[in-house]
């Protein structure tokens, strides 16, 4: 090709008049319409590989949109600006049932998410990681830009306020169960990695028109790696150092929940719907030993309130659903495990009662009489359960109230203590714990509880009790897959009685079954099959992770230090 037929390529024509007019071509990726088309197909590509669609293979390539035009920005200020506005996108789409609860909430809450899409995007571009370079330093950029992105999964889910591990790259891989089984090594960010990788080779081919001779190592390196974490995870899946456990009853009641921390039911109701379907489940199958209720379904039967309403005369519904819950214990000869609320520290305020201590609590109730076992939840919801900076920064605070579901801060709920890892146990010494809600989206809480002791996992399950009567949609199937990675991290399996759904049951390899649909009610019954493998995972935490944040660190900092040697050296260079 000759000089002057190259540069005829690099011109677009337009007609001023009878004339034509040549300008210098603008690729696609460079034209602000281009990226937004661009950014349109990330966030469709990213939505369908979550539940409820799973098309995991999508999110194999759904980065890659975002990443050309994280390539195509002109300084790493306009990758953050453009990653920032593809985040909008992508968690406006699949986290808009938050509307149902708070509208500025969710406004708010999406603003923020998004920032970390625009900080991958900064460090991204800063590093260059995405310009051409030789085989091996291709291989090195694709690694750096799986790391950053496992990186800032991590940091999001960890912090502010406790985070929100909520929709990350791996959740999208549990149809495929054979990659996620990696993630007894390195958690969910093991899995988020090796996806991430991927989508970085296919956008470092495509920049590079398709020939594969420029990312030929990286292809390779790719494919090899990709083998090994599938190999890995059939080798995990196919082992069977399972042993029968204890049969499991868990409820699912179907109640709408309102935004004021009110049931679409009265507790009477609610209560008669527990224990009818319970005892009717006990009859036909006298082989339970543990029933299971949802999330916040029992009024506060802590004795401290018990006693409390007694004295005046108002404590009937909550004695009578303590007393249930005995006798169902003692008759069938189960445990029984109740989400419930916990209130202590009465006060008056107008003409009714508050609690100034109120927790989110499970009350676990024995054969043998024991009843005041009791988990607090640890972890709780930023804006729905607790609003921060009360003390700290008031105005702050008062803006938190006006975007919580509630208007005001009488719902609000105190955690429990960070150490109370409470561990109940059950005959044949089965042991289990207890994440309340999204604390099973809380991987390093979950690990905490599970960890080692005496050479022994503390506990041998999983029960999450969870309301999501709040949401709609896609919210149920997605925390469902997120709840899946608890169990294959920590090689324990779980049993999820959710109000609304979905319930049911997950094996340590992540395999589900028994389930009921959302947005129905019933009852499912599962024989759990416990496991005695010890993952790297329980033992050493987010190892994984922190090598990712520390890979992203020192990128982040190379870049500046190139920054501010370019600066150096154009002020030296001006006249």
């Known amino acids: 090709m000759s000089p002057q037929m190259g540069q005829k390529n690099r011109l677009a024509y337009r007609r001023e008049g009878a004339q034509e007019v040549e300008e210098p071509y603008v690729p696609i990726p460079q034209r602000w319409w281009g990226k937004i088309l661009l950014l349109l197909a990330t966030v469709v590509l990213f939505s369908l590989a979550f539940a409820p669609f799973k098309q995991f293979y999508m999110a194999w390539v759904a980065l890659v949109p975002w990443l050309i035009v994280v390539r195509h ?99 999208s891989q549990t149809p495929f169960l054979a990659v996620c089984q990696v993630a007894d090594i390195g958690g969910i960010y093991a899995v ?93 199958d006298p082989s339970i030993n543990l029933v299971v209720w949802s999330e916040t379904m029992m009024p506060p039967i802590n004795p401290e309130s018990r006693r409390y309403f007694t004295s005046r005369g108002q404590g009937t519904l909550l004695e009578v659903a303590h007393r249930s819950l005995l006798e169902i214990s003692r008759r069938y000869n189960v445990a029984v495990l109740a989400g419930g609320v916990f209130d202590d520290q009465w ?41 921060p900076f009360r003390n700290t920064l008031p105005p702050l605070y008062r803006l938190f109230v006006y975007l919580s579901p509630y208007g005001n801060d009488d719902f609000t709920l105190n955690p429990g203590d960070d150490n109370a890892l409470t561990v109940f146990a059950m005959r044949n010494d089965w042991r289990f714990v207890t994440p309340i809600c999204f604390e099973d989206m809380d991987a390093p809480l979950l690990r905490r509880m599970l960890a080692v002791e005496n050479g022994r996992k503390r ?62 009610e019933g009852v499912a019954v599962h024989t759990l099959m416990l496991d005695g493998r010890i993952s790297f995972y329980t033992r050493f935490r987010d190892v994984f992770a922190y090598l990712c944040a520390a890979a992203t660190l020192g990128l982040t900092i190379a870049s500046l230090w190139r920054w501010w040697n370019h600066r150096r050296l154009v002020r030296r260079s001006a006249p």
């Open 347 to 387: 006060g008056i305020k107008g003409e009714y009662y508050f609690a100034k201590d109120r927790r989110n609590s499970a009350y676990f109730y024995t054969p043998s009489g024991m009843s005041d076992l009791r988990y607090d939840k640890i972890h709780l919801v930023p804006f729905g359960e607790s609003l």
């Open 73 to 171: 920005s002109r300084s790493s200020v306009t990758a953050f600006l453009w990653s920032w506005v593809g985040g909008v996108g992508f968690f406006t789409a699949n986290m808009w049932w938050l509307a149902y609860v708070t509208g500025p909430g969710m406004i708010a809450l999406i603003a923020v998410l998004a920032l970390y899409w625009g900080a991958v995007g900064a460090v991204v571009r800063g590093a260059k990681l995405l310009e051409p370079r030789g085989q091996w330093g291709t291989l090195g950029a694709i690694l750096g830009v799986a790391a950053i992105w496992a990186a800032l999964e991590w940091l999001r889910g960890t912090w502010p306020l406790g985070g929100l591990a909520w929709s990350y790259l791996g959740h």
């Open 192 to 284: 988020s990695f090796w996806a991430a990788l991927v989508n970085a080779f296919v956008a470092v081919w495509f920049l590079a028109r398709l020939n594969i001779r420029p990312v030929a190592v990286s292809g390779i390196s790719v494919l090899a790696l990709t083998i090994i974490v599938v190999g890995y995870g059939l080798f995990r899946m196919n082992q069977a150092p399972h042993t029968p456990g204890p049969r499991v009853l868990v409820v699912q009641p179907n109640y709408l929940q309102r935004n004021t921390g009110e049931k679409g039911a009265e507790e009477e109701e609610i209560l008669h719907f527990h224990v009818q379907q319970t005892v009717a489940a006990l009859q036909k």
């Open 459 to 520: 506990a041998d399950f999983i029960v999450n009790i969870t309301n999501d009567g709040w949401f709609k949609y896609n919210e149920m199937p997605q925390h469902f897959q997120a709840a899946v990675f608890r169990s294959i991290e920590n090689r324990v399996p779980t049993a999820r009685s959710v109000n609304t759904g979905i319930s049911g049951f997950i094996d340590s390899n992540g395999r589900a079954a028994d389930t009921i649909s959302p947005s129905t």
